[in-house]
């Protein structure tokens, strides 16, 4: 696999990480929250929090950050055991997502499939999804339909929905609470979130907690739109009783991509308590909620950060620890190659790197990615006559047969300008003697047409020593 890839699965499953951490705390910070939020009341609140959540397993905030922190630093810099891990880690993820997926799309296939033979409903019962509609302030027109193949209503589609009636007969009263609860989840757009809920099973699948969370989003979500269903019809006792004998008809089933009426026992009981228990609230003042929603995010912020500092130490410390052990594996002891010397350089793309300089008995670890035709060079320091500057490089081309011997150089730029180097598409392993006291820098050049990177150690070794 080349670095290029190492190094963008790196990034991918630094990301993915980053986000779940990001979530996990945040949702383990809800938990206790949601039951203050439930006896306060606040149902929009607890379910706004959630979808926030689950904004954060999506949102590669820390990552971003960390893009700056690579710049300056070894982090998704690779040695030859971490490219082990993050390729044996990738088939893994793959595997679990992959799975996690076909088992999501089976299930929204089975859906789709039970909708075959659906049929529209009848004007009458159009008109009153009409009516529903208009007291719900709903304007997209949502289609009605019948099917003897589902056991309980729901809607469906993220982008077309259709709300789904089995085929029996229901009152005036039962058409209506069916239809604006529907209506409802259309409104909140549910469905939008349960997709959303879906896809991060698949790719958090290795997480512990992404089962709690997709559940308290389908709960809430519930609980939500019961609590706004009844602003319109009222009666909480007529609206749940309707619900209750629809149920009874009936043993509902979890429906992936589809919010429905009815779920299961356990969930019904659930929303009864706690849309019984909010309504007797008044709930949070917005001002108040604002602030509460402020502390939230700032306490997991602060939380989060930590982590991430955490994962970013730990990362130093194993590319660290790694990258010693693999070049002195690799790399025999120093030799000389043949040094060339010139006046200046002839590309116009030159940067200075922020390491430190080496001092006596000094080694100076360096893991550079010179862009396509880049020189960049280290900051001055001072050697004196009779000193060495002694490097070991490897660079991440040398499995690549279009590179050629002369485009890789490294090397030191002397007091007076000059450029002493050598060049080899391998491995660069030198000791310049210092001929002169004074300031000197070390370099490294990308001639090539794309980004390498040139890893190893570089010292100066007195001659004392």
């Given at each position: ?77 690779s040695t030859a055991v971490i490219r082990n891990i993050t390729e044996i880690t990738g088939v893994i993820w793959l595997a679990g997502a992959a799975a996690s997926g076909c088992f999501y799309f ?360």
């Amino acid at each position: 696999m080349s670095w290029e890839t190492i190094e963008v699965l790196i990034r991918v499953f630094t990301g993915i990480f980053l986000c779940s951490a990001t979530g996990s705390v945040l949702f383990l910070y809800w938990k206790p929250v949601s039951k203050y939020l439930e006896k306060k009341g606040d149902a929009k609140l607890n379910y706004t929090i959630l979808k926030v959540i689950i904004c954060a397993f999506f949102i590669p905030v820390l990552s971003v950050i960390f893009e700056d922190l690579s710049h300056k630093s070894w982090l998704f810099s690779s040695t030859a055991v971490i490219r082990n891990i993050t390729e044996i880690t990738g088939v893994i993820w793959l595997a679990g997502a992959a799975a996690s997926g076909c088992f999501y799309f089976l299930k929204y296939r089975r859906l789709r499939k039970s909708l075959e033979n659906s049929c529209i409903c009848s004007r009458q019962t159009q008109k009153i999804a009409d009516e529903c509609r208009k007291k719900l302030c709903v304007r997209r027109k949502i289609t009605v339909y019948q099917s003897y193949q589902v056991p309980v209503p729901f809607i469906c589609g993220v982008i077309s929905p259709e709300i789904i009636l089995p085929e029996e007969r229901y009152t005036k009263q039962e058409l209506e609470i069916i239809l604006l609860h529907e209506m409802e989840h259309y409104k909140q757009r549910d469905i939008f979130w349960k997709l959303m809920c879906n896809v991060l099973a698949c790719v958090h699948w290795f997480n512990p907690l992404k089962k709690q969370i997709c559940s308290q989003v389908e709960d809430w979500s519930e609980v939500s739109c019961d609590v706004h269903v009844l602003k319109v019809f009222g009666s909480l006792k007529q609206y749940f009783s309707t619900i209750i004998s629809i149920a009874a008809r009936k043993s509902g089933y979890r429906q992936y991509l589809a919010s429905a009426l009815y779920e299961n026992s356990r969930g019904l009981e659930l929303r009864m308590r706690r849309t019984a228990s909010i309504r007797k609230m008044k709930g949070f003042p917005w001002k108040s909620a604002q602030i509460f929603f402020i502390c939230f995010c700032t306490l997991g912020a602060a939380t989060i950060s930590a982590i991430s500092y955490g994962y970013y130490r730990g990362y130093i410390y194993l590319e660290d620890k790694t990258s010693s052990k693999t070049i002195l594996k690799e790399m025999d002891a120093p030799k000389l190659m043949k040094e060339k010397q010139r006046k200046g350089t002839s590309l116009s793309k030159q940067r200075m790197m922020e390491d430190e300089v080496p001092g006596k008995e000094k080694d100076i670890w360096i893991d550079w990615w010179p862009e396509a035709n880049e020189f960049l060079m280290s900051k001055k320091f001072q050697a004196e006559k009779g000193d060495r500057i002694q490097m070991m490089l490897l660079c991440s081309e040398n499995d690549n047969p279009n590179v050629n011997n002369n485009e890789i150089l490294a090397g030191v730029i002397t007091p007076d300008g000059t450029q002493k180097f050598v060049c080899d598409k391998d491995k660069l392993q030198h000791s310049f003697l210092i001929k002169e006291s004074g300031e000197y820098q070390f370099f490294v050049e990308n001639q090539t047409t794309k980004k390498i990177q040139l890893a190893g150690d570089y010292e100066l070794i007195t001659k004392k020593r």
